[in-house]
């Protein structure tokens, strides 16, 4: 069993690391004059996820013939599970496209309000795939959070002489894919990662072994052409290298906080990080405090701790199938 504190401390690591990511990513697209390939970045941060996954389970391994055996059973040696671990990496990658689409379809503000829908859902998945209930106190948290992370990224539409031709309901289309893709995938890489005794880094290796060929798909159908005439790592600052440092050490931790937490608290304690990079933010750009952040601040942190109040434990897999009417009745 993991300690409490340890559990606390990941999670407390895990927000400042992602509060950290979003400020200094925030500096390198506002400072820097040759702008990076954001694609690229991205498949280096699975590669660097990689490497770190692989020297942490050689440490765990404590010596090479060991190593050598678990990623020649584990990885090398289990076309199924590698195929299992595909499945997170594809999700995301239709979610970012969806997520994209909607943006293109629908206003600024109500593509922020609706796309907060993903916590509910992630607490929705939760229940239906791992056999948990949540407390009426719980869900009132959960959508109290969704409420709390709108207002604190609510940001006025402003007026604009550009028409743009948007399709509303091809909007609302994608964002409802897009929050399914969200809630699935998280719930569905917990359960994989809990329903056996295999290493938490052979399971981050092999979903990253997927996600670079994925993410790589991925920058060169949408950046191709401009890879191929600027170069892989064109805009390449050590700043850059610096965020995408920050953003493989979260990745790690993320999967730590799903392992031993679960997908809840990790969107809890993304919306604190969204919180703490707000309040950076003012003091380093200069970034004017709203009413509306104000208010969501005071609702993300009542929900946190609404949350956080005892309660039965609903970080394992329950054994057997939880019966419909205890789950309504949980709900």
Do not use: H
């Not at 890879?227 to 790690?252: D, E, M, N, P, R």
Request: proline content about 2%; glycine content about 6%.
């Amino acid at each position: 069993n993991v300690s409490l504190l340890f559990k606390l401390y990941c999670l407390i690591v895990m927000t400042l690391v992602a509060a950290a990511y979003t400020v200094s990513l925030r500096y390198t697209r506002t400072t820097d004059k040759e702008l990076y390939f954001s694609t690229t970045a991205v498949c280096v941060t699975e590669v660097i996820k990689l490497l770190l996954s692989v020297g942490l389970l050689a440490k765990e391994t404590g010596s090479l013939s060991r190593f050598k055996a678990s990623l020649s059973e584990n990885v090398l040696g289990s076309p199924k599970e590698l195929m299992k671990l595909s499945v997170p990496s594809l999700v995301y990658a239709v979610q970012n496209n969806m997520a994209f689409l909607a943006l293109s379809n629908l206003d600024a503000a109500v593509y922020q309000v609706t796309y907060q829908l993903k916590i509910p859902c992630t607490a929705l998945c939760t229940v239906l795939m791992l056999n948990r209930t949540l407390s009426k106190l719980q869900w009132i948290s959960v959508f109290m959070l969704c409420g709390g992370v709108t207002l604190v990224q609510w940001k006025p539409a402003q007026a604009t002489k550009v028409v743009v031709e948007q399709n509303p309901l091809l909007g609302f289309g994608a964002i409802a894919i897009a929050v399914l893709c969200s809630g699935f995938a998280g719930v569905y890489f917990e359960k994989v990662l809990k329903s056996s005794d295999t290493s938490l880094w052979v399971r981050n290796i092999q979903m990253y072994l997927s996600g670079i060929i994925v993410t790589l798909v991925g920058a060169y159908l949408s950046d191709g052409a401009e890879i191929k005439q600027k170069g892989f790592f064109y805009g390449y600052t050590y700043y850059v290298w610096f965020v995408i440092f920050l953003a493989s050490v979260g990745g790690l931790y993320t999967s730590i906080v799903v392992k031993y937490t679960d997908n809840i608290m990790k969107g809890f304690s993304a919306a604190a990080a969204i919180v703490l990079s707000t309040i950076a933010s003012v003091i380093l750009f200069g970034l004017q405090i709203t009413l509306t952040f104000a208010l969501g601040t005071l609702l993300v942190c009542v929900s946190i701790y609404l949350y956080g109040l005892p309660r039965q434990d609903t970080t394992s897999i329950q054994q057997g199938e939880t019966a419909s009417k205890e789950r309504v009745i949980g709900v």
